[in-house]
Antibody, heavy 126, light 107 residues
Framework: QVQLQESGPGLVKPSQTLSLTCTVSGGSISGGSYYWSWIRQPAGKGLEWIGR???????NYNPSLKSRVTISADMSKNHFSLKLSSVTAADTAVYYCARWSYVILTMTSYYYMDVWGKGTTVTVSS | DIQMTQSPSSLSASVGDRVTITCRAS??????LNWYQQKPGKAPKVLMYAGASLQSGVPSRFSGSGSGTDFTLTISGLQPEDFATYYCQQSYTTLGTFGQGTKLEIK
């Protein structure tokens, strides 16, 4: 079965760029009609959707983060990445990667996140 | 942007109880509504998609209903492992907005 694993620095300095990678195992990132996404969760708070990408190259981002976010994939390494620029303490959170899968019911596609990584904690501090 | 509002924010219940969590969208989202369960220190896990469809492997005591703007997640016969935080999420737009969460605690 498909598994996802986040990796990257646990500490990032303010104003720098946060870079995380999500490695996909048990399946190909380019196989099937899936979106690949990032979600974050500050300590003790709720989930915030960051964005997602399709393997065709199209992507969608949270408008509140859009000017600072890039999600991209490296098919040869079977992973996708998150870059968040100009970080501040407000970007401190657990970051999750997830797969958007879909099901067709009465000729309509319904998307949901069916596979998640375990999450990685990123702290923004000098 | 579509806003998702859950109620209550927290809930105390006992093993064996039946509980209902409500999620309201700021505009109609048809049945594009998912429910997730999250336990402390763990990633969320999908319970329901398309409003009322049970994800494979999820116990049948979980059920969902609703369409348009109002949705509910019901747990019939609470088990100890059900005490967690529950989130709804809309997938009607490309911005997959989550509700703020409902923490279900043991009474």
């Amino acid at each position: 079965q498909v598994q996802l694993q986040e990796s990257g620095p646990g500490l990032v300095k303010p104003s720098q760029t946060l870079s995380l990678t999500c490695t996909v195992s048990g399946g190909s990132i380019s196989g099937g009609s899936y979106y690949w996404s990032w979600i974050r969760q500050p300590a003790g708070k709720g989930l915030e959707w960051i964005g997602r990408m399709y393997t065709s190259g199209s992507s969608n981002y949270n408008p509140s983060l859009k000017s600072r976010v890039t999600i991209s994939a490296d098919m040869s390494k079977n992973h996708f990445s998150l870059k968040l620029s100009s970080v501040t303490a407000a970007d401190t959170a657990v970051y999750y990667c997830a797969r958007w899968s879909y099901v067709i019911l009465t000729m309509t596609s319904y998307y949901y996140m069916d596979v998640w990584g375990k999450g990685t904690t990123v702290t923004v501090s000098s | 942007d579509i806003q998702m509002t859950q109620s209550p924010s927290s809930l105390s219940a006992s093993v064996g109880d039946r509980v209902t969590i409500t999620c309201r969208a700021s505009q109609s989202i048809s049945r594009y509504l998912n429910w997730y369960q999250q336990k402390p220190g763990k990633a969320p896990k999908v319970l329901m998609y398309a409003g009322a469809s049970l994800q494979s492997g999820v116990p049948s005591r979980f059920s969902g209903s609703g369409s348009g703007t109002d949705f509910t997640l019901t747990i019939s016969g609470l088990q100890p492992e059900d005490f967690a935080t529950y989130y709804c999420q809309q997938s009607y737009t490309t911005l997959g907005t989550f509700g703020q969460g409902t923490k279900l605690e043991i009474k």
